[in-house]
């Protein structure tokens, strides 16, 4: 499908995303775009790093070796030259930000979710609209340098997945994403493998830095971000993901991240990551 976008920066227009190039872009380049719901947008890379927000409705992002879940109130960075694959979980108003390598003062080489503060949901919303074209080069000039601050210091969210590649437990790995809520032994879920339960204790730390537990804890958080996007209760949730309470539920997501469910996608809302990150 064929998206109707704008795509502006800071300090020159530029006629499409295909003219992007490293040695020819400016600072940085804003591009809106709307998704459908359930629209995919295939495997791609860019030369330049970019940042992928979406204003409303929620975006999964898949590189070869992760998952990470762009809800709103978060953004993700994507370094240069990596594949990746986009799905529109909702319907979702999407604004992504190109940077030329040489414009951030942070190292640009590592994939990260980070939390938008209302600052950077501004300037992010700045670079993506028209008005900006009219705006004067001091003023463009002092945006890039606040940008590029902004995002250097935003706070990493630990809404990625880091997915296995081991034939060993990749079907665990498989069986989780598909239907999380339906492993309610972690014996039980690693007893189907082929490898005694410690050689999968150690290639989960090996390929992903958490334990299984661990790992399944991680999926239904995403899951459950997911869901929380599309509108759902947070009881019908908790079921779902095979909690026996929405509390025992509520607690969870409130250990991992520093906030109940219920306040999750609230603007303003204060995250405290306490766990996931590698």
């Known amino acids: ?24 872009m400016p600072c940085f380049a804003g591009l809106a775009i709307r998704y459908d719901a359930h629209e995919v947008e295939g495997w791609h890379y860019h030369e330049m790093g970019h940042l992928l927000y979406a204003i409303s409705g929620s975006m999964r992002v898949s590189t070869r070796d992760n998952i990470v879940l762009i809800p709103p109130t978060m953004a993700a960075w994507l370094p240069s030259g990596i594949h990746h694959q986009l799905e529109a979980l909702t319907s979702t108003e999407m604004r992504i930000i190109f940077a030329r390598p040489d414009t951030l003062s942070t190292d640009d080489s590592k994939g990260r979710l980070l939390a938008v503060s209302s600052l950077l949901r501004e300037l992010i919303l700045s670079f993506t609209s028209p008005l900006m074209s009219q705006a004067s080069r001091r003023r463009r000039t002092a945006l890039n340098e606040i940008f590029s601050t902004e995002l250097a210091e935003s706070t990493e969210i630990p809404l990625s997945l880091p997915i296995p590649s081991d034939k060993r437990i990749r079907p665990m790995a498989d069986e989780a994403l598909a239907n999380p809520g339906e492993i309610t032994l ?93």
């Open 1 to 24: 499908m064929e998206h109707t976008a704008n795509l502006l920066s800071p300090l020159d227009y530029v006629e499409s995303l295909e003219s992007l190039t490293v040695d020819s």
């Open 186 to 278: 972690i014996s039980a879920w690693a007893a189907k493998t082929p490898a005694s339960r410690k050689t999968v204790e150690r290639l989960f730390l090996e390929e992903t830095g958490l334990l299984p537990s661990q790992w399944l804890r991680q999926v239904r958080l995403i899951k459950a971000v997911a869901e929380l996007a599309k509108g759902r209760s947070v009881s019908s949730i908790a079921l779902d993901l095979g909690y026996a309470t929405p509390s025992s539920f509520t607690y969870m997501f409130r250990q991992a991240l520093g906030v109940p469910p219920s306040k999750f996608l609230r603007g303003g809302a204060t995250l405290i990551p306490r766990f996931g990150q590698r």
